[in-house]
């Protein structure tokens, strides 16, 4: 008679040295870096509505604002892994540090919506330096089982706590400053790392490091940028020549970059990695954590703006005990993990993010403030939980000298799951407004073309109007944005849904007859 149990990785804290202060030291500096690249990913969240009413973009190009960073972060994170695997993952993590907070300053002054894009692609080019580099420097400071596990909850706590944060710390800067000012955050988070790191952070590579494919970084790029594309330009423009061009130039190198993947003695994505049943759905779940929890923030924080009319500071504010419930969450998973199977926690976590939505879907036709912070209370937790052991069992899964690239595949999955998020949903989201919006007699054509885009070109159009038709056009275009909330949500429910049963299917695994 068959049984099936959860794969555990052997607890080994008796045979190896334990960390003291300076590793623990290390992993707080280490922090650093990682809340700023989560901030990163959430802060544009809340500066969308300053941005959409300052630079006027289409809503396709206010997608690629938030996209870009995370497209570019994931199409490298896995070479950037290999990389810091092959030179030094420290001197990788200084470089990209670097590199980073010059041009967020740059970021700042962007005077057009064209050149914010080119900036944030460039900071993805070295975020994806830093992200593998923190998670990797994790494997090598803390040798214990039990010790890593915590250390890896707090790294995921605080990019949850991160992503949940960047509302907030938006919202407060947004109050008193320029929307520019959110990317010069990254200043007072990345010089304390520079300053510190040679100090607490030991230097760790593979001794015996593979040579890096250009031909598989180019084809991953080829594969992501078409595919993101391509998902804009159909939910947007409908069936045409270019959006089925990208979606199928995407599915073609991702084909090619597979099949040189199987096929080459350095792949830059070891995809015998995936034969491991838990590893494989640790990346789903990552995947799917970050994916609700970008979705969410998406639309959440225009509603609490654009529709209930809070001011950024406030609107962050109820955020903050979604963010703290997420540190918590992921610290208490790791005890939790140790009586429980690491599947249940990670599953219960999935399961948490759909009733999140749920939520909102349940009471879309009265969204209040009080109810986006239950909901967002409620994701967070599934978050926070599902995101550290999804992590600790990635890193877990592979020898040591590897830890940079199983790295960079937990980052790839995250990094996804926040451009997906983002632009499935979000392109959803689109589509249902501008099927739904009704827009006044007697527009011109460039003012019903922003107001039919864009829930924030609809109120900057109204402000020009007269008082009859500007109430009657902001009334419908916030009916039409919670609509289309109503209807992104229902299909993340969905997606959870699905994704539990997969992450329960596949981390479990048969013993032999006997």
Same mark, same amino acid.
């Given at each position: 008679m068959s049984t099936t149990d959860d794969i555990r990785t052997p607890d080994l804290s008796a045979a190896v040295p334990r960390a003291g202060r300076r590793e623990w030291a290390g992993l707080v500096l280490l922090m650093l870096p990682v809340l700023l690249i989560s901030v990163d990913n959430t802060v544009l969240s809340f500066a969308l509505p300053a941005i959409s009413l300052d630079l006027r973009p289409s809503s396709t190009t206010l997608l690629w604002i938030v996209d870009i960073y995370p497209l570019v972060l994931a199409g490298l994170l896995v070479a950037m892994g290999t990389?810091?695997?092959?030179?030094?993952?420290?001197?990788?993590? $200084?470089?990209?540090?670097t590199g980073f907070g010059l041009v967020s300053v740059l970021a700042a002054f962007a005077p057009t919506a064209e050149l914010l894009i080119a900036a944030r692609a460039v900071m993805g080019f070295f975020g994806a330096m830093i992200m593998p580099s923190t998670l990797s420097l994790l494997r090598s400071l803390?040798? &214990?089982?039990?010790?890593?596990?915590?250390?890896?909850?707090?790294?995921? %706590?605080?990019?949850?706590?991160?992503?949940?944060?960047?509302? +907030?710390? %938006?919202?407060?800067?947004? @109050?008193?400053?320029?929307?520019?000012?959110?990317?010069? +955050?990254?200043?007072?988070?990345l010089l304390p790392?520079?300053?510190?790191?040679?100090?607490?952070?030991?230097?760790?590579?593979?001794?015996?490091?593979?040579? +890096? &494919?250009? /031909?598989?970084?180019?084809?991953?790029?080829?594969?992501?940028?078409?595919?993101?594309?391509? +998902?804009?330009?159909?939910?947007? &423009?409908?069936? %045409?020549?270019?959006?089925?061009?990208?979606?199928?130039?995407?599915?073609?190198?991702?084909?090619?970059?597979?099949?040189?993947?199987?096929?080459?003695?350095?792949?830059?994505?070891?995809?015998?990695?995936?034969?491991?049943?838990?590893?494989?759905?640790?990346?789903?779940?990552?995947? $799917?954590?970050?994916?609700? $929890?970008?979705?969410?923030?998406?639309?959440?924080? @225009?509603? $609490? @703006?654009?529709?209930?009319?809070? &001011?950024?500071?406030?609107?962050?504010?109820?955020?903050?005990?979604?963010?703290?419930?997420?540190?918590?969450? %992921?610290? #208490?998973? #790791?005890?939790?993990?140790?009586?429980?199977?690491?599947?249940?926690?990670?599953?219960?976590? /999935?399961?948490?993010?759909?009733?999140g939505f749920g939520l909102i879907v349940l009471l879309r036709e009265n969204l209040t403030a009080g109810v986006v912070v239950l909901a967002f209370g409620i994701l967070s937790v599934g978050v926070g939980a599902a995101e550290t052991i999804s992590n600790d069992t990635i890193l877990s899964s592979v020898p040591p000298d590897k830890a940079g690239a199983a790295a960079g595949v937990s980052e790839t999955a995250y990094e996804l799951g926040a451009v997906l998020g983002t632009a499935v949903l979000g392109a959803i989201l689109a589509a249902s407004y501008r099927a739904s919006v009704v827009l006044p007699d007697g527009l011109g054509r460039g003012a019903a073309a922003q107001a039919g885009e864009t829930l924030g070109g609809a109120l900057g159009v109204a402000g020009e109007l007269p008082a009859v038709d500007a109430h009657a056009l902001t009334e419908s275009a916030k009916a039409a944005f919670d609509s289309g909330v109503g209807v992104t949500s229902i299909i993340a429910v969905v997606l959870m849904l699905v994704a539990a049963v997969v992450v329960q299917l596949t981390m479990r695994t048969r013993r032999p007859r006997g």
């Open positions: 990389l810091g695997d092959r030179v030094g993952r420290r001197k990788l993590l $200084l470089i990209g540090a803390f040798l &214990d089982a039990r010790q890593r596990t915590l250390a890896i909850a707090v790294w995921a %706590g605080a990019f949850a706590a991160g992503s949940s944060l960047g509302p +907030i710390v %938006g919202g407060v800067v947004l @109050q008193h400053f320029h929307w520019g000012a959110v990317f010069l +955050i990254a200043v007072p988070f790392l520079v300053a510190l790191a040679g100090v607490l952070i030991p230097e760790s590579k593979d001794p015996a490091p593979l040579r +890096i &494919d250009g /031909i598989s970084v180019a084809l991953s790029l080829l594969t992501l940028a078409p595919l993101v594309f391509a +998902i804009k330009t159909l939910t947007h &423009d409908g069936v %045409g020549v270019l959006g089925v061009g990208a979606l199928l130039l995407g599915l073609v190198a991702g084909a090619l970059f597979l099949r040189r993947q199987l096929r080459i003695d350095n792949p830059l994505l070891d995809l015998t990695l995936f034969q491991h049943a838990p590893f494989a759905g640790s990346v789903l779940a990552n995947f $799917l954590a970050v994916f609700s $929890l970008v979705g969410f923030l998406f639309f959440v924080s @225009q509603h $609490l @703006q654009l529709v209930l009319g809070l &001011d950024p500071l406030a609107a962050g504010l109820l955020l903050l005990p979604g963010a703290v419930l997420s540190v918590v969450a %992921g610290l #208490a998973s #790791a005890y939790v993990v140790r009586r429980v199977p690491p599947r249940v926690v990670i599953v219960g976590g /999935i399961l948490l993010s759909a009733v």
